[in-house]
């Protein structure tokens, strides 16, 4: 019988920084201006040790702020426990939470890789026709142009974002990351299938 292959082997968690908006109403350019990034970044994650227990100390990290007293009267932290539950996000999290969430992924063996794209109007009309979605496939496509290789299977749990990872456009990222690899290969030929997974929220796999 064959061996079966850990999971945080072929997994890998996706999410992002800053916006795809390039233009505000009557195609306005907008990039820069106030709460506009000037870049988007895509990031990639593999965790190298089990998965579970990963999400067990996550789980646990969270109920540990939940439960201390220093964090019972602070608005943002409040509002999520009171909603769905509390759950780490960067953005929302005040400075003591993310020194929290900081010491822990330092202690976590992993490995991080991401895309920057700076958001150039004239390559943004070039190259992908003005569309944002297009923008998003072509960033994803450099994530994925050097896991093709990995035997057996990769499996990609992606925090959604509108159109941008509707299935066509996910598709999309995946040919041109195989136009990219047998450019650089044309000898060689991808040896995986790749799942894609969407999750409304990535938190829901932490």
């Known amino acids: 019988m064959a061996k079966k292959i850990p999971k945080e082997f072929y997994h890998r968690f996706l999410d992002e920084a800053?916006?795809?908006?390039?233009?505000?109403?009557?195609?306005?350019?907008?990039?820069?201006?106030?709460?506009?990034?000037?870049?988007?970044?895509?990031?990639?994650v593999k965790f190298k040790e089990p998965l579970q227990p990963l999400r067990e100390k996550i789980i646990a990290l969270q109920n540990q702020v939940m439960s201390d007293p220093y964090f019972k009267d602070i608005p943002s932290i409040q509002k999520k426990v009171n909603s769905k539950g509390y759950y780490f996000h960067a953005t929302d999290d005040i400075p003591e939470v993310r020194k929290i969430?900081?010491?822990?992924?330092?202690?976590?063996?992993?490995?991080?890789?991401?895309?920057?794209?700076?958001?150039?109007?004239?390559?943004?009309?070039?190259?992908?026709?003005s569309n944002?979605?297009?923008?998003?496939?072509?960033?994803?496509?450099?994530?994925?142009?050097?896991?093709?290789?990995?035997?057996?299977?990769?499996?990609?749990?992606?925090?959604?974002?509108?159109k941008s990872t509707k299935n066509k456009n996910l598709l999309l990222a995946l040919q041109k990351a195989k136009d990219r690899f047998n450019k650089?290969?044309?000898?060689?030929?991808?040896?995986?299938?790749?799942?894609?997974?969407?999750s409304r929220k990535l938190r829901n796999h932490y």
């Open 18 to 44: 800053g916006d795809t908006t390039f233009f505000g109403k009557g195609k306005i350019p907008i990039v820069g201006s106030e709460g506009v990034s000037k870049a988007f970044i895509l990031g990639m």
């Open 101 to 129: 969430f900081f010491e822990f992924i330092n202690s976590v063996n992993l490995s991080f890789e991401a895309v920057v794209g700076r958001k150039i109007y004239e390559i943004f009309s070039r190259k992908h026709n």
């Open 132 to 162: 944002e979605v297009e923008f998003y496939a072509d960033l994803l496509s450099h994530l994925l142009k050097n896991k093709l290789l990995i035997d057996g299977k990769l499996v990609l749990i992606i925090s959604e974002r509108g």
């Open 184 to 198: 650089r290969n044309p000898d060689k030929k991808p040896l995986h299938k790749l799942f894609l997974i969407f």
